[in-house]
T-cell receptor, first 113, second 117 residues
Framework: DAKTTQPNSMESNEEEPVHLPCNHS???????IHWYRQLPSQGPEYVIH???SNVNNRMASLAIAEDRKSSTLILHRATLRDAAVYYC??????????????FGKGTKLSVIP | DGGITQSPKYLFRKEGQNVTLSCEQN?????MYWYRQDPGQGLRLIYY???????QKGDIAEGYSVSREKKESFPLTVTSAQKNPTAFYLC????????????????FGPGTRLTVL
């Protein structure tokens, strides 16, 4: 399975943009890149996913490198509520039925007021 | 509101007792999952189910059992055979019917924190 590498922790000032990097040098051509986040003592929540093109939604933007070996989750204006552990996960294009999300240790984002 | 509910939020049990964790969803999702999370670690898959009356073992199924008699319910039993059951347990669901697995997203419940005394 393709693996991802993320920094253990990052800090950001409130109301400033945050760029969370993820390296996935062994990604296959059909793997989707997903991001989830987990607030303290809560279940994870889906943030965004993409394949090749950059993606935007109400929560964040996902910038995918041209060679797809890395990606960056962008929070445009960090708030205190964005303090969480962010996980970058690769999922195959298709497979037999359901799938498991393989969570690494993720990046712990701290937001400074 | 659609979502996933897990109960109870906190659970305490004596060593050697079986305990059942509840998970209910009203999202009309076919697939459901159970994960375990230990402090400072990522999630690990215990069991998953694609359809009613069918389920598959995940990476750490030993000492756990599940059932899927209804589409909306997927209870997890932590048996006395589980050596270290104290952990945060998370239930999730997804559409699960798409052939394009890569586009499916999982929705998680709030979790149950189990402590075995």
């Amino acid at each position: 399975d393709a693996k991802t590498t993320q920094p253990n922790s990052m800090e950001s000032n409130e109301e400033e943009p945050v760029h969370l990097p993820c390296n996935h040098s062994t990604i296959s051509g059909t793997d989707y890149i997903h991001w989830y986040r987990q607030l303290p003592s809560q279940g994870p929540e889906y943030v965004i996913h993409g394949l090749t093109s950059n993606v935007n939604n109400r929560m964040a933007s996902l910038a995918i490198a041209e060679d797809r070996k890395s990606s960056t989750l962008i929070l445009h204006r960090a708030t205190l509520r964005d303090a969480a552990v962010y996980y970058c996960i690769l999922l195959p294009y298709s497979g037999a039925g359901s799938y498991q999300l393989t969570f690494g240790k993720g990046t712990k984002l701290s937001v400074i007021p | 509101d659609g979502g996933i509910t897990q109960s109870p939020k906190y659970l305490f049990r004596k060593e050697g007792q079986n305990v059942t964790l509840s998970c209910e969803q009203n999202l009309n999702h076919d697939a459901m999952y159970w994960y375990r999370q230990d402090p400072g670690q990522g999630l690990r898959l215990i069991y998953y189910s694609q359809i009613v009356n069918d389920f598959q073992k995940g990476d750490i199924a030993e000492g756990y059992s599940v059932s899927r008699e209804k589409k909306e319910s997927f209870p997890l039993t932590v048996t006395s055979a589980q050596k270290n059951p104290t952990a945060f347990y998370l239930c999730a669901s997804s559409t699960g019917t798409s052939k394009v697995v890569g586009t499916d997203t999982q929705y998680f419940g709030p979790g149950t924190r189990l402590t075995v005394l």
